[in-house]
């Protein structure tokens, strides 16, 4: 058995060619990759539901835009909540899993965290690949594997992140931000 590089913290940006209409021009935000498979959220599916509507303690620690996010295609009747939270230390119902970025247990009293929080997001549902299946997709090329910042967590224009974080890259990777959305109609 390979070992596994873990990946936990960083960022898949879908690339142009990935034809899955879950994951076209995606940023997946990867909160845990080991041998037994990763998982993470979609970071710039906003729905149109309200934060308010389904996680009602939660509303108004949420940044812009305030609504809940479709975190990817596996379980979409449960919540994640991912914060970043600066510090050292985080509070009570908040576990680190890279750097300031963390996750939320939803069960946690708001009060508790709200004082901490730099910024939360609420997802619904989330991204899965079972052992080895997201090492061949991005051996494959659907996948381009880069660093995540913390605010790629509460973009406040999460329609643009596609195209942000490919063009803040130091390598040919900036090019692909510039990548029509149908190459046909070029």
């Known amino acids: 058995m390979t070992e596994v590089s873990s990946l936990t913290g960083r960022l898949l940006v879908a690339a142009p060619a ?4 879950n994951f076209d021009r995606a940023v997946v935000l990867l909160l845990d990759h080991d041998e037994e498979g990763s998982l993470g ?22 940044g812009e835009p305030d609504v809940v996010f479709q975190g990817g295609p596996v379980s979409l009747d449960s919540a994640l909540g991912v914060a ?3 510090g050292d230390e985080g509070p009570l119902g908040w576990r680190r899993v890279h750097g300031a970025i963390g996750l939320v247990d939803l069960e946690t009293p708001p009060e508790l965290l709200g004082p901490a929080l730099g910024s939360l997001r609420i997802f619904a549902g989330y991204a899965g690949w079972g052992p080895g299946q997201l090492e ?19 973009s406040p224009h999460p ?12 390598s040919e990777l900036a090019m692909i931000a510039t990548y029509p959305d149908d190459p046909s109609l070029n």
């Open 136 to 154: 061949g997709e991005r051996d494959e090329g659907a996948w381009y594997v880069v660093e995540s910042e913390p605010g790629d967590v509460s």
């Open 84 to 86: 970043v939270i600066p």
């Open 41 to 62: 959220v979609v970071l710039n599916r906003p729905t149109p539901v309200g934060v308010g509507d389904i996680l009602a303690p939660w509303a108004g620690l949420t």
């Open 159 to 170: 329609e643009r992140l596609w195209r942000a974080v490919l063009r803040r890259q130091r």
């Open 18 to 21: 990935l034809t899955d209409p």
